[in-house]
């Protein structure tokens, strides 16, 4: 006998995290990403890596100072920030997040400081308004210290990682990021996407020259590859184990079009970034990292989004348009310009690609 | 007067009897210690509920909750079944759950189970971070628009603690609100669970959550999320 159920009074509930959540996981992946990005050329001395990893320093440094002021964002209560360190819960993912990156933020910033320390002092030689700030963060080159310090912010960038991923995956309530696999899968979009950012900033904001796109290129090509192959692993376990977490997430997506676009929107970028950086290395850093910038975002949008977007216990999905205020387009937009104005001003103060080669003589020590 | 009510008010005064001697002898935190301890819960008698939403709208008065949010609700559907269509009810509020998945995510500790098994939200501490909205399988919780805070079904703890009843019990036309204390083997929601223990369900067992709001003559169909023909109600939206 067939059945027709009508859902004839159901209500609709707000979505609890705002678009901010997901700037705030897109930036602080990027961060996380674009610090890797930095130790084989910075903490640890390895001369090809050298420019990628200058223009990620500022990518994980922009992104990692704006991404809290997004996080902070997203509370509906911001002024008792507080709290968390007064009354932490042990038991909270979130309550450790609000010790780790504290600790990787300060961790990062002083690992920049001292690779930087020697660019200050060469800048500072030569005068201009700036060259008092400049003369304060001088000083000598430090290779061990700055290796020791890049372990030490790997630990805490680390913890950052495990504690986003995780703190996501716990929530046994929505089943699209309740799977094993979604902290792996923030880790690759993560590092394809900061790979595409350095690939940016080295070209618009330090000026490098298209060269860089080729170590770029190969390194976002095995990230995409990787992004690819966990996608691809999470539909195989949707459909080889009907009863595991995938398939559950699958079904209650399944009748979402909304959904599936993001997630062909997501795929097709991914791959198309792997095609170019395979097939056309040198000249195309800015497309594949836009590609690959706007697949971790989208990634990101897909889960937190469209998991919020799906009720727990009503029939259908929610309509959640869009709003244009601080709570939705308005702070995607101004976490995208304050970003931009981290970018400016960190580009202003230090001097990334100028002075950085004046001073090689004091850097030499660092050269593999 | 209706057993809910007989039964819950004979619990209470076994707490609040000889109070105010023990009180005046300065021996509170002996009494306290001494204090029977309750486990609130709620039996919802589904056939006796006629989907008029009463409980809703007291609620919503008693508890000054914003637009567009609800502490209870009373989802309605039509079911279709070869030549006859019928009409299910199922009135909705947070389980107070003896595993509740919001308590622990909690990061700064403002949402707790109180000593009478209810769960609930110290709104002083609360960030706002809606980490326990996400947490909770039941969409039970939302972030109050105006206290920007979490918010959710308290099983009225403030009229319980002065010997009243939930609003939405009081309210209930049909009675099919019954609430009560489960540590007292004598009431009506303990001989419920247990006299009844077949016809007795919870929403989302498979959740492993240990519900507090029990079900009588709930059908399996929409005891989890119900795959029904949707028809969301945005109550803002419809404003002109």
């Given at each position: 006998m067939s059945t027709e159920i009508t859902e004839l009074l159901y209500v609709t509930r707000e979505p609890a995290w705002a678009p901010w959540a997901v700037q705030y996981f897109f930036l602080i992946g990027l961060s996380f990403g674009s610090f890797l990005l930095t130790l084989p050329g910075i903490a640890f001395g390895r001369e090809t890596w050298r420019p990628l990893g200058r223009a990620a320093l500022l990518g994980a440094l922009a992104c990692g100072l704006v991404a809290p002021v997004a996080l902070l964002s997203d509370l509906n209560q911001p002024g008792r920030f507080l709290n968390f360190y007064l009354h932490p819960a042990g038991s909270s993912w979130m309550a450790w997040g609000a010790f780790f990156i504290p600790a990787y933020v300060g961790a990062l910033i002083l690992y920049a400081l001292v690779a930087l320390a020697p660019d200050f002092a060469a800048a500072a030689m030569s005068g201009g308004p700036l060259a008092p700030v400049r003369r304060l963060l001088s000083g000598p080159a430090r290779p061990r210290l700055l290796a020791v310090l890049g372990l030490v912010t790997l630990t805490a960038a680390f913890t950052v990682a495990l504690y986003t991923g995780v703190e996501v995956m716990v929530v046994r309530a929505r089943p699209l990021w309740n799977t094993a696999l979604l902290p792996w899968q923030f880790v690759a979009t993560a590092l394809a996407g900061s790979i595409g950012l350095a690939l940016l900033l080295a070209r618009f904001a330090l000026g490098l020259g298209p060269e860089i796109d080729a170590l770029g290129n190969r390194l976002l090509a095995l990230a995409a590859l990787v992004v690819v192959a966990l996608g691809a692993a999470w539909f195989a376990l949707a459909f080889l184990q009907p009863t595991g977490p995938e398939a559950r997430a699958l079904a209650q997506v399944g009748g979402s079009s909304r959904w599936f676009t993001s997630a062909a929107w997501l795929g097709g970028a991914t791959v198309a970034a792997l095609v170019v950086a395979v097939v056309r290395p040198v000249g195309t850093g800015w497309l594949t990292g836009l590609l690959a910038l706007n697949a971790a975002w989208l990634f990101r949008w897909t889960i937190f989004v469209g998991g919020q977007d799906m009720p727990k216990t009503g029939a259908g999905l929610y309509a959640h348009p869009l709003a244009l205020g601080p709570e939705g387009f308005l702070g995607i937009v101004g976490t995208a310009g304050l970003f931009l104005a981290v970018v400016v001003i960190l580009t202003t103060l230090v001097p990334w690609s100028g002075s950085a080669e004046v001073a090689r003589p004091s850097t030499s020590l660092v050269g593999a | 007067?209706?057993?809910?009510?007989?039964?819950?008010?004979?619990?209470?005064?076994?707490?609040?009897?000889?109070?105010?001697?023990?009180?005046?002898?300065?021996?509170?935190?002996?009494?306290?210690?001494?204090?029977?301890?309750?486990?609130?819960?709620?039996?919802?008698?589904?056939?006796?509920?006629?989907?008029?939403?009463?409980?809703?709208?007291?609620?919503?008065?008693?508890?000054?909750?914003?637009?567009?949010?609800?502490?209870?609700?009373?989802?309605?559907?039509?079911?279709?079944?070869?030549?006859?269509?019928?009409?299910?009810?199922?009135?909705?509020?947070?389980?107070?759950?003896?595993?509740?998945?919001?308590?622990?995510?909690?990061?700064?500790?403002?949402?707790?189970?109180?000593?009478?098994?209810?769960?609930?939200?110290?709104?002083?501490?609360?960030?706002?971070?809606?980490?326990?909205?996400?947490?909770?399988?039941?969409?039970?919780?939302?972030?109050?628009?105006?206290?920007?805070?979490?918010?959710?079904?308290?099983?009225?703890?403030?009229?319980?603690?002065?010997?009243?009843?939930?609003?939405?019990v009081e309210t209930c036309v049909g009675g099919a609100r019954i609430f009560g204390d489960l540590a007292d083997p004598k009431s009506t929601v303990s001989k419920l669970v247990t006299e009844r223990a077949k016809d007795v369900r919870v929403l989302k067992p498979e959740e492993g959550t240990k519900p507090n709001v029990f079900y009588l003559g709930l059908d399996e169909r929409f005891a989890s999320r119900v795959d029904a023909v949707p028809t969301l109600w945005h109550p803002a939206a419809e404003r002109v």
């Open positions: - | 007067m209706t057993a809910s009510r007989r039964d819950f008010l004979r619990s209470l005064g076994r707490v609040t009897a000889g109070a105010p001697v023990a009180l005046a002898a300065g021996v509170a935190p002996a009494l306290a210690e001494a204090a029977p301890v309750h486990h609130w819960a709620m039996v919802v008698d589904v056939a006796k509920c006629i989907g008029c939403q009463a409980c809703t709208v007291a609620c919503i008065h008693e508890n000054r909750v914003p637009e567009n949010a609800f502490r209870t609700f009373v989802t309605t559907w039509e079911v279709a079944e070869a030549d006859r269509i019928s009409t299910a009810v199922l009135p909705r509020l947070c389980n107070h759950c003896d595993a509740p998945p919001c308590v622990p995510v909690c990061p700064v500790g403002a949402t707790f189970k109180a000593a009478g098994g209810e769960v609930l939200v110290d709104a002083d501490r609360c960030v706002g971070c809606g980490y326990c909205v996400q947490a909770c399988p039941y969409d039970a919780r939302f972030i109050n628009a105006e206290t920007r805070t979490a918010d959710k079904c308290t099983f009225c703890a403030h009229r319980v603690a002065a010997g009243l009843l939930p609003a939405c």
